[in-house]
């Protein structure tokens, strides 16, 4: 039985073309937000979870790599090195393993399992460190990962963090979509910065179109980017926070934050609870990232004193955090849901 199925992942694996699901990243569809309060606002979510790879991260997967190949950087029997949240590894994983390079992830050990294991299940190598060390430490994600790269021949280190490709694929790709797709009628976009990849493609394609939009930033409780964008501070010191993939403790290379005109600092019990309410209330099963970045959406929305049309993101699927943001019992342990909340959920199940 089992050597039948090794024999059947072989002959996937050497068949040349690339699969025709790479052809359904970007175009994502977009929601407009019924069920909760947005005040004089109207709030549409762009369905990032609707790609392949269940995240915006597929755009910045496919577009580096192509590009790294096109100037050379990657060639056939080469590695494609990174380090990740996940869903960077996840984009570059359904991009790399389909052209039959090896991967090698970098990844924080906070993150979910259901990442990890996606990721394992795709061929990707993984590397789990520490979460609790910053830049300059031999464990720090992205150090170790440069470190990799340089160990390993023929490595191509995709370095989302440092390379304009990502902010590129968010300019070409991602902005021109929620221009079309909101009639070229809109006033704000809440975005989260990870590597500030999104922030700073759509500033750039923004300040062509409709200069007059504002950024807002979503940014989880100690992550430095708020204080940043408020006072031109960069705190030595950040604290930590359980939402994936978003909040930094430093300011990443190709972020431009130059256009937030409102940073919105939420915890992770609003983060995670507006994650829980957008799925009951909008049937939409998300991301802890989402999360925080719904909850700032609806903090802005409410206090406008004129209508706007906002735009924000599912950044990612929910079936990757189902054992956390979704899991009573772990959100009761991290004391982000009261146990009055457990109690109604074994009601539900007795
Ligand atoms: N949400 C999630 C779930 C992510 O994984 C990321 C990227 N790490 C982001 C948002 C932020 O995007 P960016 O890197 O473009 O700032």
Redesign the pocket.
């Known amino acids: 039985m089992y050597s039948s199925y090794a024999g059947l992942e072989k002959k996937i694996m050497t068949k040349q073309t690339d699969p025709a699901v790479l052809a359904l990243i970007g175009n994502t569809p977009m929601v407009k937000v019924t069920r909760f309060d947005t005040g004089l606002c109207e709030l549409f979510l762009k369905l990032e979870s609707q790609n392949p790879g269940g ?3 597929d755009r ?1 997967g496919r577009s580096m790599i192509e590009t790294a190949e096109r100037e050379g950087r990657l060639q056939a029997g080469g590695t494609v090195i990174e380090a ?5 590894g996840l984009g570059l994983a359904l991009v790399a393993r389909a052209k039959g390079y090896r991967v090698v992830l970098v990844v924080p050990d906070k993150m979910s399992t259901e990442k990890i294991l996606h990721l394992k299940a795709m061929g990707a190598e993984v590397h789990i460190t520490r979460s609790d060390v910053g830049k300059g430490h031999p464990e720090y994600y992205q150090d170790y990962a440069a470190r990799l790269a340089k160990e390993i021949p023929g490595s191509y280190f995709a370095d ?1 963090f440092n390379n304009t490709t ?1 902010p590129l694929a ?1 300019e070409t790709t991602t902005g021109p979509e929620i221009w079309a797709q909101t009639d070229h009628r809109i006033d704000a976009i809440v ?9 700073t ?1 759509l500033t750039r394609y923004f300040n062509k179109v409709q200069p007059a939009l504002e950024f807002v930033l979503a940014d989880p409780k100690g992550s430095i980017l708020t204080e940043y964008v408020e006072t031109g501070n960069i705190n030595e010191v950040s604290g930590s926070w359980a939402v ?3 909040g930094e403790d430093f300011i ?1 290379g190709i ?1 431009d934050l130059s256009s937030v005109k409102h940073a919105y600092t939420i915890d992770d019990a609003e983060s995670f609870g507006t994650a829980r309410e957008l799925l009951r209330a909008e049937g939409i099963l998300a ?4 999360g925080t ?1 719904l909850a700032a959406a609806l903090r802005y929305c409410r206090a406008q004193t004129t209508p706007k049309r906002v735009v924000t ?1 599912v ?2 699927t929910g079936t990757r955090y189902l054992s956390k943001v979704y899991n009573d019992n772990w959100m009761t342990d991290q004391g982000l849901l009261k146990r009055k909340n457990y109690n109604d959920l074994r009601d539900i199940i007795s």
């Open positions: 995240s915006i991260k910045i990740t949240a996940g869903n960077t989302q990502n968010h975005v989260g910065v990870g590597s500030g990849g999104t922030l493609g994936e993939g978003i990443p972020a991301g802890s990232s989402t970045l993101f950044c990612d």
